[in-house]
């Protein structure tokens, strides 16, 4: 079967897990990494334990490392009780025969008494571009023991470079002679030349596009590893603000080369973000469009010490046709392939470019000058093999019939229509395979939901509802070429958000094969929550497929409409809950840089921080608090869940121009910016002022913490003034007590935006308001506290008493113990609730399914989390077409809660990356849920923390990794009875029993695992 992705036949690159010199092979075991299997893996009882998961940048064994003095990290594995390091010794060499003390000879930083093993810095002498550095780590434990087994890992520099220049061997922007924007046909381009040496010791191919490529190296497509094997990544080099800085992408591609006597290196280009109306308004963007360009530089080392690059460069040696099978390509509207017109062999040694034209340079480096050509510092976005969906049904409809269900292999005529159910909406691409005569066309249309006749159906029942996608066509076309033996394509240029996809076609086509290909940079889980309750685990599932689909390349809010952007208030309040489930600190990070460009390129003053980034579209030069609070909320979160301050110092010019920007803005009000958006989508509206005024107070605590933290001392103190002061302003502004009553004027100031059909009015006393009140500690007395606390439960509640004294109410509209935040309200929610003492509330919230509700989503058949709270139900149909995406990851920030409260793992402030971390659970006090078992995998190991209760007896499992250690905070009627064994708790050796108050016994543990019982009262 002939395969119109492309011509590897199976060979792909991967970047290889070797130990060279200079880029020479010597092959070695893997070192593990923060996205490794499983628990940190502790030996048997009583042995001394490992060194694993070695990280340098936060990744494994990783290529194209462009920092100067690299971030080191490890982790202890030990069975042993109180397993801690107390110093630590960093060697680093050239070949991995020279890693010992006496032969180390890049860096040995001797032995440091420190218990820090979470981004030690470099500090030996400078680094080489494009070399590959071996090292290890030596760990002594709390007895001066030397932890055995330690692991060697490698690390490889990129170009250690941003000015396109150095280190790239006269590589330059290319496109083809020519070929004017938006013209029909991706640009191909190849070179071929001669090796120069007689072996091949390592290849590695640098490269970047000013659009999308899909890159070939000797006629195989250029992959990355997964697992055991490789797979494909998608549009490559990702998005950024292109006028500032353009990411490139580093491959090990010796196994393409070796054995070869010629090379040819290869390339698609697609319009990506770089050319498409999803940049419109961006300082880059076009009416026009922009041309595609490609640069890259491949650097081939020889056994006999000499070298080769081929680089992309003006000249008759680089040849390119648009004319191949890509004939559209956009990332709102999807891509058109014509297999007719594929040109076998084109990407391979050999291939007859007699007809094709030249290249020429492009304009770029003189339009943007100071734009940085910087190595992608995480893992790209790709797709990931084992998250593939196969149909769960197929149904073909034809003329009025009301569908008869199908099975693949499927033949369809011209007039029918088949709608695939994948049984999960994802994010990614289709692939297919079909057999049927030349030039037949076949539409693939994709969409997150059927059409039914509800009100907002826009089809036949059980087509494909499309509505919501706007102005996006989102649709993947084929022509085949009529192979006999049948033909496969899986877009590479574009990406799709769905569930099901409609196929029609021209003629008579036999689908053979068809699989929904899941694409994400989240490409490791490091946290589950599971329960015994269906629902919830549902939910759970929901939130993990909403964040895989939109964690690519930028966090964005949707991914199927003509949208898809880095909206910021999504990031900010999710980003938490992003970090407990996935391998995310590069990639925030990463998102943060390009939040810090957009400031500076778009933001009012170029102080605000923006709307969305990259790029402009939908960017005003208004106030948005709480979206653009993500510029400081982003790093705040990275460094508590990593333990790695980099991420502030990197922000720290950008986040105090923000905060000094507000205050020139409204002086000694100590208000805040305004915040158009407010509490997005809520059903009880609070004023966008009072908005802005709580995220201007949340954002100064924040950077007091980050000053303290990273040795700003005086800014510290500066930070909690300011903070103080708005508090006071808060206060006297919002807090009313006239005639004794207490009241939060949270109707002060203007609604937010009203989309659809949420509400036109603000009201007082919003779950919102009271929710963030609480948080900040917005009041002045313990009795205030103990009244706002009562007046959150009661609007929550929402009982007949209630609705009847808050009669203009919206609460009146809505069930008994539901919610009624939005965006900035549902973050907030659950964990305000448990910490001031209504666990009870957050857990009958949590169970809650009328509107609006977590549950509303999963009972009407949500496989990911919605827009809006009430985006469909089965009864009212679907919500407001022109905002309502089925995809949106920001209503499931209530995984943070089932980490930290629900299964009882969270982090303590105090003490950044989980070094030391509270172990809390709070069971569930409607008897709903009676097991959970979590688990996440911080810079230290695998924290687990699960219960279970029977009748009333707690049974209680957790880890605590070495070199950390947790305050236990367990359920119980007695102290006496929580037990180890037959031994209370108290009395098990290294364990430090702290107090009991309010049912709860606290104790200090030590690293180790623990199986508990606790009897309940």
């Known amino acids: 079967m002939t395969d119109g992705v492309d011509s590897t036949n199976g060979r792909n690159v991967r970047r290889r897990t070797v130990l060279t010199t200079a880029l020479g092979a010597v092959p070695v075991a893997m070192a593990g990494g923060i996205g490794g299997a499983g628990a940190a893996a502790a030996a048997s009882a009583g042995d001394r334990g490992a060194v694993e998961g070695l990280t340098v940048e936060h990744r494994t064994n990783p290529l194209g490392v462009d920092a100067t003095r690299p971030r080191f990290g490890w982790r202890t594995a030990s069975a042993t009780r109180g397993r801690r390091q107390t110093a630590y010794q960093i060697l680093v060499a050239s070949t991995p025969d020279r890693l010992s003390p006496a032969r180390a000879d890049v860096w040995n930083s001797g032995r440091v008494a420190s218990a820090d093993s979470v981004a030690v810095p470099y500090g030996g002498r400078e680094l080489r571009p494009s070399t590959r550095y071996h090292w290890t780590v030596r760990v002594w434990d709390e007895n001066g023991r030397a932890v055995p087994g330690t692991p060697a890992a490698h690390f490889e520099t990129a170009l250690l470079s941003t000015d396109g220049v150095t280190g ?114 961006s300082s880059y963007y076009s009416p026009d469009g922009n041309r595609l360009a490609l640069k890259a530089r491949l650097l081939i080392r020889y056994t006999d010490g000499s070298t080769q690059t081929v680089v992309t460069e003006p000249g008759a040696d680089w040849k390119a046709t648009d004319t191949g099978p890509y004939r559209a390509d956009d990332i709102y509207d999807g891509q058109t392939y014509d297999a007719r017109k594929e ?37 790209s976005a790709r797709l990931i093999p084992e998250w593939d969906r196969a149909p769960q049904s197929i149904t073909v409809y034809s003329g009025g019939s009301s569908g008869k269900a199908a099975t693949l292999p499927l033949t369809l005529r011209s007039g029918e229509t088949a709608v695939i159910d994948l049984g999960q909406n994802l994010v990614g691409v289709p692939r297919y395979s079909l057999r049927g005569p030349e ?8 969409g997150e939901m059927l059409n039914d006749d509800s009100a907002g159906a826009h089809g036949p029942v ?59 940079s989240a490409v490791r889980d490091i946290g589950t929550v599971t329960t015994d309750d269906a629902d919830v685990n549902q939910l759970i599932s929901n939130v993990r497929w909403g964040q895989r689909g939109n964690y690519l390349w930028v966090p964005t809010d949707c991914p199927q409409r003509d949208e898809r952007l880095g909206w910021t208030g999504d990031t900010q309040l999710f980003s938490n809950t992003g970090l407990y489930n996935a391998d995310a600190v590069n990639f925030l990070s ?54 790695d301050p980099t991420v502030i110092d990197r922000s720290w010019a950008a986040m105090t121009r923000y905060l000094d920007w507000i205050h020139r803005r409204t002086g000694d009000t100590y208000a805040g910016q305004g915040a158009i958006f407010g509490d997005w989508l809520a059903f009880q509206n609070t004023g966008t002022q009072f908005m802005s005024d709580v995220y201007y107070g949340y954002s100064a605590r924040l950077m007091a913490d980050m000053a303290r933290a990273t040795g700003r001392t005086a800014e510290g103190r500066a930070y909690d003034d300011l903070f103080a002061r708005i508090k006071r302003a808060f206060i006297a502004k919002y807090l009313s007590t006239e005639n004794g009553t207490l009241t939060v004027r949270s109707s002060l100031g203007d609604p937010p935006p009203t989309p659809g059909d949420t509400p036109t009015k603000t009201e007082d006393n919003t779950q919102t308001a009271l929710l963030w009140i609480l948080k900040l500690g917005f009041h002045e007395t313990e009795a205030q506290r103990r009244q706002l606390v009562t007046m959150l439960a009661e609007n929550i509640g929402n009982d007949a008493a209630y609705k009847a004294a808050h009669p203009d109410s919206t609460r009146v509209d809505h069930a008994e113990n539901t919610l009624s935040v939005g965006f900035l309200g549902v973050n907030v929610l659950a964990p305000v609730l448990t910490d001031v003492g209504h666990a009870d509330l957050a857990y009958q919230l949590l169970h809650q399914d009328a509107m609006p509700s977590w549950l509303f989503s999963v009972k009407n058949g949500a496989t990911t989390v919605w827009e809006r709270w009430n985006s469909y139900s089965k009864d009212d149909g679907f919500g407001p077409v022109a905002m309502n995406s089925f995809n949106h990851y920001s209503y499931g920030a209530i995984m943070e ?48 923390s699960q219960w279970t209760v029977e009748g ?66």
């Open 168 to 281: 790239w061997d006269g590589a330059r922007w290319i496109s083809m002679s020519g070929k004017a924007p938006n013209t029909a046909g991706a640009p191909l381009l190849r070179r071929q030349a001669e090796l120069t040496g007689r072996r091949v010791r390592a290849a590695r191919l640098y490269v970047s596009a000013l659009g999308v490529y899909d890159a070939y190296v000797n006629g195989h497509r250029v992959a990355v590893p997964h697992g055991r094997g490789t797979t494909h990544e998608l549009l490559t080099p990702g998005w950024t603000n292109y006028d500032a800085r353009v990411s490139y992408l580093t491959y090990d591609v010796t196994a393409l080369v070796a054995g070869e006597r010629q090379v040819t290196l290869a390339a698609v280009l697609g319009n990506g973000w770089y050319n498409s109306r999803v940049s419109e308004g």
């Open 343 to 379: 040109l076998p062999g084109w990407t391979a040694n050999g291939f007859d470019t007699a007809g094709w034209s030249g290249v020429e340079e492009h304009g770029f480096t003189t339009k943007f000058p100071d734009s940085r050509l910087v190595a992608y510092p995480g893992e």
């Open 439 to 446: 030039g037949a066309q076949v539409t693939f249309a994709p």
């Open 462 to 520: 059980g087509s494909v509802y499309r509505a919501n996608l706007r102005s996006a066509k989102a649709t993947s076309t084929y022509l085949l070429k009529g192979a006999p033996g049948g033909e496969s394509h899986q877009d590479s240029l574009t990406f799709y958000g769905f569930r099901y996809v409609s196929v029609t076609t021209t003629d008579t086509v036999t689908l053979t094969g068809f699989t929904g290909r899941v694409a994400t």
């Open 590 to 643: 990463h998102f943060e840089e390009s939040l810090i460009d957009s400031q500076r390129i778009y933001g009012q003053d170029g102080a605000q921080f923006t709307w969305v980034a990259p790029g402009n579209r939908y960017n005003h030069p208004v106030p948005a608090s709480g979206w653009a609070d993500c510029g400081v909320v982003v790093p705040w979160t990275v460094w508590q869940m990593s333990g």
């Open 897 to 944: 809660w089932m980490y930290e409260s629900m299964a009882g793992i969270a982090k303590d402030p105090a003490h950044p990356g989980f070094r030391h971390f509270f172990l809390r659970p709070h069971l569930d006090p409607t008897g709903r849920i009676t097991r959970v078992a979590g688990s996440h995998l911080s810079p230290y190991g695998e924290i687990a």
């Open 952 to 1017: 009333r007896e707690l049974t209680y499992r957790a880890t605590v990794p070495a070199n950390s250690t947790a305050t236990l905070r367990l359920p119980t009627s007695d102290p006496d009875t929580v037990r180890e064994g037959r031994t209370p708790l108290s009395r098990v050796r290294g364990v430090e029993y702290l107090d009991f108050a309010d049912g709860t016994a606290s104790y200090r543990l030590p690293s180790g695992r623990y199986e508990l019982t606790s009897a309940l009262g």
